[in-house]
């Protein structure tokens, strides 16, 4: 065991906790439960603690006052601009790892929000962060650092927005240079690199982060977090944005190209160790007036769905310089919503049926339901769905996200099921896959063991919510066949994305451990690994500062 005398991340070490059923919905461990499927914590005195923490190099932090536009949640380190743009030191592990956990978790999100004194309004404007955690030997070193896109590093030099973010536009210092930035605008050349949201490892070995734009796909070296340079795609597909997460296995990588022109969505496969991506087929919009935005998309062993949202792409809301409500969207209810059936090996697409309205930023995964002869007869296709509500992004605002004060503010979500048949119906349907008071009704960032990837599958993680809040605030353990769900809350805790890691090995789908980062109110944080099975907590290891919050992972196995 490693001396205590290294206490460098802080000055204790957060108890150590694991969650425990109790279905009584009474007061527990101090804290009361209204709902009766969340778990109590109990402190593990016979916990190892392990390991040790580097030394914290000296740093001055930016202002919290500046970055603080509302009450009660506005210091919540969830939503602060990350300390320093760089950072790495061995932590003190609370618990015990898994020796097999062998290793690296990146996570991708926005986690710089201001621009010397100037202020970003939402959520996903924030200059990207990488996250490391690196498990070798049941030892963890994690590590932060910012990606160097030309969005970020003009920012930087010029000490003011440079390049069109989600909400934000560069002011102009005159009408000329307004007119060069609407020309920019449309060759693309003003739009965001700022990789914010997504990582994904290829095929090949190169990890990738990427955002909804094409020219945000930059490629890092995984254990050092240095931006190696542009994924530049060879192909003349051309195209300014793709969806923010293409499907990526070690043998295949889809994506979808909405063309804003001729409403559609072109999809496209890119072979391990090329740039270059190949059309697979087309599909066109059944409803107008633009593509509606496509954020991600399932596939099965032998289909690609395509969703067509009525929330839709709006080239008017892109030219202005104040962002609306719904940003670069607009909400169409009249024309519907749909899902689509390519086949991968065709390109023929083989369903294309309406569903009832839906908004959702995250598909889980899909499979095919097949009858009693193997033929399949349908595809079910699952998503955290925001019960149509488009208004979900006004809620990302930071102002909304640093004024919680108590109230319920979130909007209701759940699983949402899609069954689209193949026998040739005009129909499809989408209801809940449980009982969404299971993950209190709230639903977001998702996972699922990546064995099971477009198969039939039963697990699945992801955030929920433990009322009353303003975001998504519980880890949640989804049974889809037992419908039931298992929930892991701290109190003023935020935790990002549950990652599942599978054991190798392993024959039950739940055999693995859960990964997630914890933003605490208290300005602390910290890895969280939880059992993939059982839910309870087996490690944690407290960062030497809390890291704000972030959107989406992958795993880079040890070689």
């Not at 603080?68 to 790495?88: I, K, L, Y």
Request: proline fraction near 6%.
């Amino acid at each position: 065991m490693a001396s205590m005398k290294f206490q460098a991340i802080g000055n204790s070490i957060l108890p150590a906790s694991v969650a425990e059923s109790d279905k009584s919905g009474s007061i527990l461990g101090g804290f009361s439960f209204r709902s009766n499927n969340f778990t109590r914590k109990r402190n593990v005195r016979d916990l190892t603690v392990m390991n040790v923490a580097t030394q914290l190099p000296a740093t001055i932090a930016p202002s919290r006052e500046k970055q603080s536009d509302g009450v009660g949640n506005r210091n919540h380190v969830a939503w602060t601009s990350v300390r320093q743009e760089r950072w790495e030191g061995e932590l003190i592990v609370e618990g015990e790892i898994p020796l097999w956990l062998s290793g690296t978790y990146l996570r991708n999100g926005p986690g710089l929000w201001h621009i010397g004194d100037y202020n970003f309004r939402h959520l996903f404007d924030g200059y990207a962060t990488l996250v490391k955690l690196y498990f070798e030997n049941g030892r963890l070193i994690a590590g932060h650092r910012q990606i160097e896109s030309e969005a970020y590093k003009a920012a930087k030099k010029n000490k003011k927005l440079c390049y069109r973010e989600f909400s934000e536009v560069p002011k102009p210092d005159n009408f000329l240079a307004y007119v060069g930035e609407l020309a920019n605008l449309f060759s693309g050349a003003s739009l965001t690199d700022n990789a914010n949201t997504g990582v994904v490892k290829l095929g090949d070995g190169r990890v990738v982060c990427l955002t909804e734009t094409q020219k945000g796909s930059i490629v890092i070296d995984p254990d050092t977090l240095d931006t190696l340079g542009k994924f530049e795609y060879t192909d003349t597909l051309g195209g300014l944005i793709h969806a923010a997460h293409p499907i990526v296995t070690d043998t295949e990588f889809f994506t979808l190209l909405p063309d804003l022109i001729n409403p559609g969505y072109l999809v496209v496969r890119m072979e391990p160790g090329t740039n270059e991506r190949k059309v697979i087929g087309r599909v066109n919009c059944r409803g107008g007036p633009a593509p509606g935005w496509v954020h991600s998309f399932p596939v099965t062993d032998h289909y690609i769905i395509v969703p067509e949202m009525p929330l839709r792409y709006c080239a008017q809301n892109l030219l202005k310089a104040e962002p609306t409500p719904l940003y670069k969207f607009e909400w169409h209810p009249h024309s519907k919503g749909f899902m689509h059936v390519m086949c991968k090996a065709s390109g023929k697409i083989v369903a294309s049926v309406e569903v009832p309205l839906f908004v959702t930023f995250h598909f889980i995964n899909a499979y095919e339901d097949k009858d009693e002869d193997g033929r399949v007869k349908a595809i079910i296709a699952d998503c955290c769905e925001h019960n149509a509500d488009a208004l979900i992004l006004e809620k990302l605002r930071l102002q909304n996200l640093r004024s919680f004060n108590g109230e319920d503010v979130l909007p209701d979500a759940r699983v949402g099921r899609f069954i689209i048949p193949l026998d040739g119906s005009s129909h499809g349907k989408l209801g809940a896959a449980l009982d969404p008071n299971e993950h209190g009704k709230g639903m977001d960032m998702c996972s699922i063991n990546p064995n099971y990837l477009g198969k039939n599958y039963r697990y699945a993680y992801a955030c929920g919510a433990h009322r009353p809040c303003n975001f998504p605030n519980t880890l949640t353990k989804l049974d889809l066949v037992g419908k039931k769900a298992k929930n892991w809350f701290e109190e003023g805790a935020v935790p990002s994305e549950p990652f599942f890691v599978p054991r190798p090995g392993a024959r039950e789908e739940d055999d693995g451990v859960v990964i997630s980062m914890i933003s605490q109110k208290n300005g602390d944080g910290y890895a969280l690994l939880l059992d993939g099975s059982t839910f309870k907590e087996i490690a944690r290891a407290k960062f030497p500062y809390g890291l704000p919050y972030g959107l989406h992972g992958c795993w880079v196995p040890k070689q």
